[in-house]
């Protein structure tokens, strides 16, 4: 009777100490963590914080199995880091670069056309999870991409170069 007694009084604190306390909220972004470059003119744009919750809940959703923290899984060499997405040609440092090459991509180097081996909106008959993206999913996506380096910082976003 006891032992009854000790367990529901310690199972009761553990309730009563669990309901006060509020869950941990999300540190809300200022307007410069959200601020990233609109194209090539080098116009800029304020993502609101609810499309940057779009952009990442697309990309934990689709892009994370491959681009785990900005790395890329299939050629590490090669980042979602500012400085990687700068140089490639074309540049893709910005929303409508980079919702170009979710639409139809190309090598890094820009040579020819990848859309049967990275997914995007062309093949959607190959990327299922690119099929129901609009382009403001896909603007979304690409300013959640970009900013990150500002909110992470370039050594957690991108992972710095592997060579091999």
């Excluded at 999300?26 to 744009?45: F, H, M, S, Y």
């Excluded at 690409?142 to 592997?162: H, N, T």
Aim: aromatic fraction near 10%; proline fraction near 4%; hydrophobic fraction near 40%.
């Amino acid at each position: 009777m006891l032992k009854r007694f000790i367990l529901v009084a310690v199972v009761t604190l553990l309730f009563v100490f669990q309901f006060p306390i509020a869950n941990a909220a999300a540190l809300e972004l200022t307007e410069e963590d959200r601020t990233v470059l609109l194209n090539e003119q080098g116009e800029e744009i304020v993502l609101s914080q609810k499309e940057y919750a779009l952009g990442q809940k697309i990309f934990n959703d689709t892009c994370s199995q491959c681009h785990n923290s900005g790395r890329t899984k299939t050629n590490p060499n090669v980042s979602l880091s500012k400085g990687d997405l700068a140089a490639a040609f074309p540049r893709r440092d910005n929303i409508e670069a980079m919702v170009d090459y979710l639409k139809v991509p190309y090598t890094y180097d820009g040579e020819s056309e990848i859309s049967v081996l990275h997914p995007n909106t062309k093949r959607s008959d190959l990327f299922a999870e690119m099929r129901n993206l609009t382009d403001d999913d896909l603007e979304a996506l690409s300013g959640y991409i970009l900013a990150q380096p500002k909110i992470r910082g370039e050594k957690f976003w991108g992972g710095g170069k592997v060579f091999n």
